[in-house]
């Protein structure tokens, strides 16, 4: 085994105590205006903005720094189509067969269907995979460790950076996904985790009329003297 190498701390920029609370509060704005977006325009975006965002998105940890994740970035029309037919298919059988009441009860106030529009109109589609195991540049397998929740954190700080650069998100999950190998071509040790689609809103997008649980439901404080 390797010895561990270590380096000083690099870019850790230090924020007056005032600073450092504006950041925090205007980090809340910002994000808490974030909302999922089922209607997209299909202007264009501009270049080099989903690739910044991908590069923040990869900076997330991940157990081992094992980095489990692969993004593919669907900007082609033939290949949105057939991921539209694709998903409309499974979706058709989710809503008429697969789901519960109770999964219908839960998503009626999202106003969801089996209808996927979106997949074709909006200009890019991130579909990102979560790799179980990797390989050794020798070819030998190697487990990855917390491999979903790592793709879920980059998933998060890529949500949050495209919000940022003011593009529209939708964190689709049509299920199962596994034709989502045989579009993008993407080998057997990668399972699809995600679908987001992403670009600007329609000029007349709607979203659902719900609200966020209050922070005192979500969240407690375990301070010193109780
Ligand atoms: N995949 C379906 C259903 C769906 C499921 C959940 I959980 C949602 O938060 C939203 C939708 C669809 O995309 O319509």
């Known amino acids: 085994m390797s010895e561990p190498r270590f380096i000083p701390l690099p870019g850790f920029v230090e924020y007056t105590i005032e600073e450092m609370q504006q950041r925090a509060r205007r980090y809340c704005v910002e994000i808490s205006r974030r909302r999922t977006v089922r209607d997209f325009s299909d202007r264009p975006i501009p270049p080099g903005v989903i690739e910044d965002c991908l590069r923040a998105a990869v900076s997330a940890p991940s157990g081992a720094n094992m980095q489990p994740w692969h993004f593919c970035v669907i900007e082609d029309a033939d290949i949105k189509r057939r991921i539209r037919v694709a998903a409309e298919e499974e979706e058709r059988h989710f809503y008429q067969h697969r789901a519960s009441p109770e999964w219908l009860a839960a998503l009626a106030p999202l106003g969801t269907d089996s209808d996927k529009p979106f997949l074709e109109v909006a200009p890019c589609l991130i579909a990102v995979f979560v790799q179980r195991w990797g390989y050794l540049p020798d070819g030998r397998k190697v487990k990855h460790y917390y491999p979903t929740e790592s793709v879920g954190l980059a998933c998060g700080l890529l949500i949050a950076g495209l919000h940022h650069a003011g593009l529209a998100t939708l964190t689709h999950t049509p299920s199962p996904m596994g034709f989502l190998n045989q579009i993008l071509k993407r080998p057997k040790n990668e399972r699809p985790f995600l679908l ?15 609200e966020r649980l209050p922070l005192q439901q979500t969240v407690s404080w375990h301070r010193p003297g109780g």
């Open 196 to 210: 987001l689609v992403t670009g600007y809103p329609a000029k007349d997008a709607k979203v659902p009329d719900i």
